[in-house]
C-alpha cells in the first residue's frame, strides 16, 4: 500500500467521481490525462486506488497493489 497526502486545496465531494475520467482538469494548462494514465496503470496492476479529501485541508491518495507469488515460491508447499 502506498499513500500520498497532501495539504492542499482539496477536492469538493460532487468532483471526486469526475477524478479519472478523461480531460476532468480545474488546471488552466492540464491535460485532464494525469489520473487517467495513474488509474489504468495501477488496474493493470489489479491494484486500486482510493482519495479521500478536504476541501481547505488537503488530499489522500492511496493506492493498493497485490502482492505476486511466483509459481517457483509454491512449488515446495504442493510436493
Ligand atoms: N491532490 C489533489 N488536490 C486537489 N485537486 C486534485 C488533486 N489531484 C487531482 N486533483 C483534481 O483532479 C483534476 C484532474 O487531475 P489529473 O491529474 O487527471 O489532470 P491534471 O492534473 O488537471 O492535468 P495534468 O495531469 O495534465 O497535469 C485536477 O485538475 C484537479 O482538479
Ligand atoms: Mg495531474
Given at each position: 500500500m502506498i499513500r500520498f497526502s497532501d495539504e492542499g486545496c482539496g477536492i469538493p465531494v460532487d468532483k471526486l467521481k469526475k477524478l479519472g475520467v478523461p480531460f476532468y482538469t480545474t488546471k488552466e494548462n492540464g491535460t485532464g490525462l494525469g489520473l487517467m494514465v495513474s488509474y489504468n496503470i495501477v488496474e493493470n496492476h489489479k491494484g486500486?486506488?482510493?482519495?479521500?479529501?478536504?476541501?481547505g485541508k488537503g488530499t489522500t491518495f492511496t493506492i493498493s497493489l497485490p502482492l505476486s507469488v511466483s509459481s517457483k515460491c509454491l512449488q515446495p508447499a504442493l510436493q
Open positions: 486500486n486506488i482510493h482519495v479521500i479529501s478536504k476541501v
